[in-house]
């Protein structure tokens, strides 16, 4: 199976509320990639920090001086008129709720989205990779999706909105375009539906094969915050997480012959380590793991319990660091990288469960004894 990318996208997630519903236990999908990735805490958004701005930097990877959509709410002068892409029900009625749609809809991709950029859809579209994505602002890409008829709320909306538009491979936009048909249903993506749409589809996607990109669109609690306020995302931050891990859970049903490696690179006391590995193995249901030798064989023992699964040793590293420990002559002549590798194929090795791990910039691969 060809390897699948997910971005993941939770509409307006503050970091700290972030941080507050993994501490209550309640996002453990959320916690699992923040323990098993890089949690960058410190990052920026784009400026205007409202959702179509965003959307079009997270889409383009460029910010609003060069995609081109300034605001929520902006004058255009070429058509002399104000742009409203849905900041209230009220100001959708001042602007006229067709207009408002039909730019949110429409304009916002194939008109106000600047020609100049390329969407990731449209790079990866491109260079023939599969893509996908659920309810997202910014869907542009290379393949004609047509208005679909499926449910009576659909036919009704085709009457207005009869044009196609240009999409990933597979698009799934609040029940109004999509690829196919699924069991899913989003009621035109009213809020609080959305998240379980895109869940749906995830989930179907996955068991169908149909992608090798797909960004998975949580937006759920951006309407939330904006309705109970920003430090109530807690709720909505789980609810996010239980689609997530919709999605995930499908991953592992369809895949299961696919090893799960968790580069983790843990390395800690005999006590420590064994809730580690009941982590890893128990709650993540790993196949195997990265560790760091350098605490000694009782920072190791506690993973060999766990017959049948693999741990890699940090050995060998060319960061530019990597050579002030690991090329140090030990006083029986070795390297220290070179007896790493003597205790992980020997000593350490009780039951053939450890490999050596060399990682570069660009990837890192396991070499088994």
């Not at 982590?279 to 030798?293: H, I, K, M, N, W």
């Not at 992980?344 to 990682?359: E, K, P």
């Amino acid at each position: 199976m060809t390897k699948k990318l997910v971005l993941v996208v939770i509409d307006a997630m503050k970091p700290a509320m972030l941080e507050r519903t993994v501490v209550s236990g309640r996002a453990p999908i959320l916690q699992g990639l923040i323990e098993r990735g890089h949690h960058v805490d410190d990052c920026v958004a784009a400026f205007p920090s409202v959702t179509p701005v965003c959307a079009a930097s997270i889409a383009t990877g460029t910010g609003p001086d060069q995609h081109e959509i300034p605001a929520m709410n902006w004058y255009h002068r070429g058509e002399q008129r104000y742009i409203e892409y849905g900041t209230s029900f009220r100001a959708s009625q001042a602007f006229g709720i067709k207009q408002s749609l039909t730019d949110t809809i429409y304009n916002m991709n194939l008109e106000h989205l600047s020609k100049d950029v390329l969407t990731v859809f449209e790079r990866l579209d491109d260079a023939d990779i599969r893509t996908a994505g659920t309810t997202y602002l910014m869907y542009r890409g290379r393949h004609r999706h047509e208005v679909s008829g499926d449910t009576a709320l659909t036919r009704i909306a085709g009457q207005i909105f009869r044009h196609a538009v240009y999409g990933p491979k597979e698009l799934f936009y609040a029940d109004m375009f999509a690829s196919r048909r699924t069991p899913c249903r989003s009621q035109l993506g009213l809020p609080g539906i959305r998240d379980q749409h895109s869940g749906c589809v995830g989930e179907y996607m996955v068991e169908h094969d149909l992608f090798d990109f797909l960004l998975f669109s949580l937006p759920d609690n951006d309407t939330h915050s904006h309705k109970n306020g920003p430090f109530a995302q807690v709720d909505s931050l789980a609810a996010a997480d239980r689609q997530l891990e919709r999605l995930m859970a499908h991953i592992r049903k369809v895949a299961p012959a696919v090893p799960v490696i968790l580069d983790a690179k843990r390395g800690d006391v005999g006590s420590t380590a064994e809730q580690y590995a009941r982590e890893v193995f128990e709650r993540y249901g790993a196949d195997a793991v990265t560790l760091s030798p350098f605490l000694g064989f009782d920072s190791i023992e506690p993973y060999l319990k766990y017959d049948g699964k693999g741990l890699i040793l940090l050995c060998r590293t060319s960061n530019l660091g990597g050579s002030d420990l690991q090329s140090q002559r030990l006083s029986g002549g070795d390297l220290l990288y070179e007896h790493i590798a003597r205790l992980a194929h020997n000593d350490w090795n009780h039951n053939g469960q450890l490999g050596l791990g060399q990682y570069s910039s660009a990837a890192a691969t396991s070499l088994w004894p």
